[in-house]
């Protein structure tokens, strides 16, 4: 973990979270990287739109803390 004060890089966080929850990075990069909505990113996933959207959430604070580890 690097120390307080220093942000990791977006590419450094997405292999922390590669370990963490397939899940979750499969929807990160449809999300951000390819630009679907929920449903659309649900309908690629066979998941629900509810499932995908509470997952999205989830992987977004988990990014903020690994970018914002002083707060």
């Known amino acids: 973990m690097p120390a ?3 942000r990791r890089s977006a590419p450094a966080c997405g292999c922390s979270c590669r370990s963490r929850d397939r899940d979750q990075q499969r929807i990160v ?5 390819a630009g679907l ?3 659309e990113a649900a309908r690629v996933l066979g998941r629900s739109p509810r499932t995908v959207k509470r997952e999205w959430q989830l ?12 707060r």
């Open 4 to 6: 307080a004060g220093t």
């Open 29 to 33: 990069e449809l999300r951000f990287f």
């Open 37 to 39: 909505t929920v449903e």
């Open 59 to 70: 992987a977004k604070a988990w990014l903020f803390r690994e970018l914002h580890p002083e």
